[in-house]
């Protein structure tokens, strides 16, 4: 079975440009969530969908992120206009619907640079 | 503010030696979780504990969860060099919010 996957695994981009990046989450997994590593401080929740809808978005940032998953499936993040703070590896999550104790499987991350 | 504090921050060891890890907070949690990460890949779970006392072992690595749960250990025995990454506590808690609370991660190196 695959696993999370992510990409770009890399994106190095200029204040100001937009980036998207894409997760796709474990086939059949109904709960994805975004996550995000600054340097130097601990994995912050960023926002959680069942199936096609944001259940919880109360760890994006501000305006400048927008996260979609039409149809269910995979999930895009889009920054625009990315800021020098946006800068870190950004994590998507998937579970399964039910899950009792919310166990969740990790994506290999991208890793965001904005200069 | 940051609700689950780990300790210690980095850990250098030589191989064979024994070695916990804490995870601390002043917050209950429906469910705490352990994770591994490498470098350049996801977190990887470990085990999840949910009653408060419970221990749970996976090989050499024993996990528990503090009887108010609000905090948790990972005791690893006869550490090996296989065993370094990155280790990693989430909370989490029970119903609609999904979301994991973490901490910053304990830095492990087992030397040879």
């Known amino acids: 079975e695959a696993g999370v996957t992510q990409f770009p695994s890399h994106s190095v981009i200029e204040k100001g440009q937009t980036v998207t990046l894409r997760c796709d989450p474990i086939s059949g997994h109904d709960n994805l969530y975004w996550y995000r590593r600054v340097m130097g401080k601990e994995i912050k929740f960023l926002l959680h969908?069942?199936?096609?809808?944001?259940?919880?978005e109360s760890g994006m940032p501000n305006n400048r992120f927008l996260a979609e998953r039409t149809g269910g499936t995979y999930s895009t993040l889009k920054v625009q206009p990315a800021e020098l703070e946006d800068s870190g590896v950004y994590f998507c999550?998937?579970?399964?619907?039910?899950?009792?104790?919310?166990?969740?499987?990790f994506g290999p991350g991208t890793r965001l640079t904005v200069l | 503010t940051q609700l689950l504090e780990q300790s210690p921050q980095f850990l250098s060891i030589q191989e064979g030696e024994n070695l916990t890890v804490y995870c601390n907070s002043s917050s209950v949690f429906s469910s705490l979780q352990w994770y591994r990460q490498e470098p350049g890949e996801g977190p990887v779970l470990l085990v999840t504990?949910?009653?408060g006392g419970e221990v749970k072992k996976l090989k050499r690595l024993t996990f528990q969860f503090g009887d108010a749960r609000k905090d948790s250990s990972l005791h690893i025995t006869a550490a090996q060099p296989g065993d370094t990454g990155l280790y990693l506590c989430?909370?989490?808690?029970?119903?609609?919010?999904?979301?994991?609370?973490w901490g910053l991660g304990t830095s492990l190196a087992v030397n040879p």
């Open positions: 989430a909370g989490g808690y029970a119903g609609n919010n999904r979301k994991l609370i």
């Open positions: 969908f069942v199936k096609e809808s944001k259940q919880d």
């Open positions: 999550a998937s579970s399964q619907a039910g899950s009792s104790y919310n166990e969740q499987f």
């Open positions: 504990v949910v009653t």
